[in-house]
T-cell receptor, first 116, second 121 residues
Framework: DAGVIQSPRHEVTEMGQEVTLRCKPI?????LFWYRQTMMRGLELLIY????????DSGMPEDRFSAKMPNASFSTLKIQPSEPRDSAVYFC??????????????FGSGTRLTVV | AQSVAQPEDQVNVAEGNPLTVKCTYSVSGNPYLFWYVQYPNRGLQFLLK??????LVKGSYGFEAEFNKSQTSFHLKKPSALVSDSALYFCAVRDPPSTWAGGTSYGKLTFGQGTILTVHP
């Protein structure tokens, strides 16, 4: 398996533009998580899905952020409009959750977003 | 709410010496604890987990962690550090599964702030 695949690896955009980050989870995993990492705030959970359904989006900073998971093999995180304070590394992670499984996550390599 | 704390922002050790990266937790119920490592410009990699059983858990790359219920700690250890162990280390706690009207929600991971480990030659 190729692991969790995120694209793009790097994104530089101007303030006010729309940004879309993409994630392909590991085949067979049914939970997907979006995290944001910054020096000041560390790792923050933005949103997570179980079986393509959003379970907890309380970490989404504001209405400018939205996430979708139209099927089991694809998810997007969209920022519209983007602002300089959104600059961070965004990670996608997936795991299998079933029965009493208590597993960790497999992380993608991240998307480094810079908003100028 | 479940949480973990990593009291040290940085840990410095000499190669060949034992290393410890500290983590304390606060949970309601049984703790599900994890350690991850992050190398520069990479995603986090799973090292080990404690769910139940032996208090000493062995993981990848020669690392181990000791679960101590009385001290609510889950410190990461390695008997002999390598320069290549230099990285950012995260402790995490996972919420237990919960069943609700819409189905079963499998708990999320909450991470500590991370500890930078530097191993000097």
């Amino acid at each position: 398996d190729a692991g969790v695949i995120q694209s793009p690896r790097h994104e530089v955009t101007e303030m006010g533009q729309e940004v879309t980050l993409r994630c392909k989870p590991i085949s067979g995993h049914n939970s997907l998580f979006w995290y944001r990492q910054t020096m000041m705030r560390g790792l923050e959970l933005l949103i997570y899905f179980n079986n393509n359904v959003p379970i907890d989006d309380s970490g989404m900073p504001e209405d400018r952020f939205s996430a979708k998971m139209p099927n089991a093999s694809f998810s997007t995180l969209k920022i519209q409009p983007s602002e300089p304070r959104d600059s961070a590394v965004y990670f996608c992670a997936s795991s299998f959750a079933g029965g009493s499984a208590i597993d960790g996550y497999t992380f993608g390599s991240g998307t480094r977003l810079t908003v100028v | 709410a479940q949480s973990v704390a990593q009291p040290e922002d940085q840990v410095n050790v000499a190669e060949g010496n034992p290393l410890t990266v500290k983590c304390t937790y606060s949970v309601s119920g049984n703790p599900y604890l994890f350690w991850y490592v992050q190398y520069p410009n990479r995603g986090l990699q799973f090292l080990l987990k404690y769910i139940t059983g032996d208090n000493l858990v062995k993981g990848s790359y020669g690392f181990e962690a000791e679960f101590n219920k009385s001290q609510t700690s889950f410190h990461l250890k390695k008997p002999s550090a390598l320069v290549s162990d230099s990285a950012l280390y995260f402790c995490a706690v996972r919420d237990p599964p919960s069943t609700w009207a819409g189905g079963t929600s499998y708990g999320k991971l909450t991470f500590g702030q991370g500890t930078i480990l530097t191993v000097h030659p």
